[in-house]
């Protein structure tokens, strides 16, 4: 079992940033590929960002690359996302992810475990 807390909700005006921290508990959060995925109101959720166990190959949605990073520390069992230039179509509910295997077309179903969520404003 991997039980994912997800940290740093907020509101940011536009243009700037803001990370996000998931802490995960349970023995496998080294074996697993941690993600993030977010759903804005009236949306279906997306998949923004995953990183492999290794913390290498890092996978980004188009609409996010070149303004977010994903990365990990094993050590204290965290995945971030930072989020730089932030934009008002970046206002969503953002999830934490874990799963054996994460990458842009990972179907939401088979993903074994989520947090609850964080909202995230950006306003314009």
């Known amino acids: 079992q991997v039980h994912l807390v997800e940290s740093g909700r907020g509101l940011v005006q536009a243009g700037g940033s803001l990370r996000l921290s998931c802490a995960a508990s349970?023995?496998?959060?080294?074996?697993?590929?941690m993600g993030w995925f977010r759903q804005a109101p009236g949306k279906e959720r997306e998949f923004v960002a995953s990183?492999?166990?290794?913390?290498?190959?890092?996978y980004y949605a188009d609409s996010v690359k070149g303004r977010f990073t994903i990365s990990r520390d094993n050590a204290k069992n965290t995945v971030y996302l930072q989020m730089n230039s932030l934009k008002s179509e970046d206002t969503a509910v953002y999830y934490c992810?874990?799963?054996?295997?994460?990458?842009?077309?990972?179907?939401?179903?088979?993903?074994?475990?989520w947090g609850k969520g964080n909202l995230v404003t950006v306003s314009s």
């Open positions: 990183i492999s166990r290794s913390g290498g190959s890092p």
């Open positions: 992810a874990a799963n054996v295997r994460i990458v842009p077309t990972t179907p939401l179903n088979v993903i074994a475990y």
């Open positions: 349970g023995r496998t959060f080294n074996t697993n590929t």
